[in-house]
């Protein structure tokens, strides 16, 4: 006997026939909240088949409902173009690639299989067809649709979306232009992948000299090792990505010294040296009193769509028709999203972790968490299925398909946070230069680009430009041969040359100058730390932990009263706290962490208060450092910190350099 429910929703019908689910379909149409146009109404269902005016779903319990098109909300609307496919497979091209079913050796991670072809069916917003332009010159909304990702449940599926393959790119450099200390020099955008092409813009605004005002933009053949100049305008530009499907470049004019301001404007044949306008859309907030807006981050998501980050906004925006698609706020400049392989999904980072969302819809597809950290560097993995997460000395790399951990480590060195790139299967670079080894857990090199731009990671190369005195464009291997040879001799070694490692026992020595803090109170905030490095406690360990809180020299602080016409200036005295840990064998410090009291550059005095009574407040030691501290888990031998490498950008290429010879300060008690 077959079982049929009716339901009434916003004034249509939905029927519901009872029927089991294939697994083959379970695991091709994930499950999502359908909302109907009011917003009143939803079901949580996967997509069966898509019509001209209908779709069928099937709900969690089971249940086939067949629904018209135009009473499902915006939301729901985009998702089924950005998904619109042949109705025997809706998701056509978008199979999650199946991991590696080998074992890992000793224990070590592996990739997942990313080998398997890429379909070339459109996913996103470049399966929708695009918008006609509503003028030459419009203004983009600032309101509308908005993404909360603080409090947001997930409703539509991950599907691995791997990186398309792209050809290798030839090692080398192009001289560009000279530079000085007024030119902004961009990041290089890649133009043409397969003609190794990289456009790059050179722009300066000076005050109150117009005349040097002036905006150009190079397109650089790594190939050929020329470079040309193919926009010379008089106003400041930056170029912000290229689109190779349609030729469009999107680029940002009229910029003020502080790199704020401008017009967003398509261009079309950029890189072929005859630009052409299509249209401008001015930015929200322009012209209004205050600093201009400020683009920090923008990429093209098809030929029309762009995901851009304006004072801390990250708005998505159809750019012909001016309609902003949705919002996302509290999004920091210096930590941008990462988009996956086809531009399927979007990682934005937020405090404690990221939020993993479908770029054409908005709608949320999960999290990745990384407790104690706030907006951490991203990057998906070319598998299309791993994130990894950085930020001080942690980093984090989550399987978004299994919602798991794949490696997690803490580092005996400051990583920092974004940029965030991933360079092979197994390591990336982060914000601060240094390798990581996800197998080792640990940074394996170091590459210094100073006084260069952020790099661009493609074809197997980190492209970078250049901007003291001559702007140069240069195209380095990463790694390079010492480095993947010191990666391999450290996978054959294994623990052995761990100094330090889980299951090490260790010492524990505390001291304290402190009236009211007591020994006993840090060695047991102590104590969580060293349980989450895996370390054991052993009163006789020649490895010591040492924990110490002390008083700082006292400091002296102005303050600037907010009110009244005399503004008073107020002196106040800080007296800190310091507290600090180290872990030493014998006399030699293997690794420390340290911190003081601050107090805030603005003070908000409460009713009686004076600012030194404010001051005081801030002025406290704090035993709870020792437990939010990340240990390393592991800590190489001496002898194998001397084999990681150090490399600097010069002339075009790497130079390895000495580590001995680079200045110190003592480690050593």
Request: hydrophobic share 40%; net charge neutral.
């Amino acid at each position: 006997m077959v079982l049929v429910r009716w339901f009434l929703l916003s004034g249509c019908i939905w029927g519901a026939v009872l029927i089991a689910p294939s697994v083959e379909a379970q695991e091709r149409n994930p499950l999502r909240l359908w909302k109907d146009v009011s917003g009143k109404f939803q079901v949580r269902a996967s997509l069966i088949e898509q019509g001209e005016s209908t779709v069928k779903l099937r709900t969690e319990d089971s249940r086939e409902i067949s629904v018209p098109i135009d009473r499902l909300g915006a939301e729901e609307r985009a998702y089924l173009r950005a998904v619109a496919a042949p109705s025997d497979n809706p998701f056509a091209g978008g199979q999650p690639a199946e991991p590696d079913a080998s074992e890992p050796a000793s224990g070590q991670a592996s990739a997942p299989d990313r080998r398997a072809p890429v379909s070339d069916q459109p996913v996103g917003f470049r399966a929708l067809p695009e918008s006609s332009s509503r003028g030459a010159n419009l203004a983009l909304p600032a309101t509308g649709n908005t993404v909360d990702l603080s409090d947001a449940s997930a409703t539509a599926g991950f599907q691995t979306d791997p990186q398309v393959s792209v050809p290798q790119f030839p090692a080398g450099s192009v001289s560009i232009t000279t530079v000085d200390a007024y030119d902004k020099v961009s990041e290089p955008v890649l133009a043409e992948a397969s003609d190794a092409n990289v456009l790059l813009s050179v722009s300066r605004a000076k005050v109150n000299s117009p005349d040097e005002t002036r905006g150009r933009i190079f397109v650089a053949d790594l190939q050929k090792r020329t470079a040309a100049l193919v926009w010379d305008q008089p106003q400041a530009v930056r170029v912000l990505d290229h689109d190779s499907a349609t030729g469009r470049t999107l680029v940002v004019d009229g910029l003020d010294h502080f790199q704020r301001g401008g017009e967003l404007a398509m261009v079309s044949r950029l890189g072929a040296g005859q630009p052409k306008v299509l249209y401008r859309r001015s930015l929200p907030g322009a012209g209004k009193p205050g600093f201009a807006p400020q683009v920090a981050w923008a990429k093209l998501l098809s030929g029309s769509h762009v995901a851009a980050i304006v004072d801390r906004v990250l708005y998505v925006w159809d750019l012909p028709s001016s309609e902003l698609i949705y919002r996302i706020e509290n999004v920091l400049d210096n930590a941008p999203p990462a988009l996956s392989g086809r531009q399927r999904f979007m990682a934005v980072p937020q405090p404690g972790g990221a939020v993993l969302i479908e770029v054409a819809t908005g709608a949320v597809c999960g999290k990745v968490p990384m407790e104690g950290v706030n907006h951490p560097g991203v990057d998906f993995h070319p598998n299309g299925r791993w994130i990894a997460l950085c930020s001080g000395n942690q980093y984090l790399v989550w399987d978004c398909v299994d919602q798991s951990i794949v490696r997690q480590a803490t580092t005996t060195e400051h990583l920092g946070t974004s940029p965030l790139d991933w360079v092979g299967e197994n390591s990336f670079r982060c914000q601060l230069g240094a390798l990581v080894h996800i197998e080792l857990g640990m940074s394996i090199w170091k590459y210094s680009v100073s006084s260069a731009t952020d790099p661009l990671m493609v074809g197997g190369k980190m492209l970078v430009a250049t901007r003291s005195g001559q702007c140069e464009l240069a195209s380095l291997q990463l790694p390079h041969g010492p480095a993947e040879k010191v990666a391999q001799d450290l996978l054959e070694a294994g623990d052995s040359l761990m100094l330090v490692r889980p299951g090490t026992s260790v010492s524990v020595s505390v001291e304290s100058t402190v009236d009211g803090i007591a020994a006993d109170e840090i060695a047991t905030a102590l104590s969580t730390s060293i349980r989450r490095a895996g370390w054991q406690v052993s009163p006789d360990a020649p490895i010591r932990l040492v924990a110490q809180i002390g008083r700082g020299e006292s400091k002296e602080l102005k303050y600037r009263s907010m009110r009244g016409p005399t503004r008073s200036t107020s002196t106040a005295t800080l007296h800190p706290f310091t507290a600090e840990l180290e872990i030493r064998q014998n006399d030699e410090v293997l690794w420390e962490r340290s911190t003081s009291n601050h107090v805030p550059m603005m003070l908000r005095l409460e009713e009686g208060e004076t600012v030194q009574d404010a001051v005081k407040r801030y002025e406290k030691p704090d035993a709870k450092f020792f437990a939010r501290l990340h240990l390393p888990p592991r800590i190489p031998k001496p002898q194998v910190s001397e084999t990681i490498g150090f490399s600097v950008l010069r002339n075009g290429q790497w130079q390895d350099i000495d580590r001995s010879r680079l200045p110190s300060r003592p480690r050593s008690r």
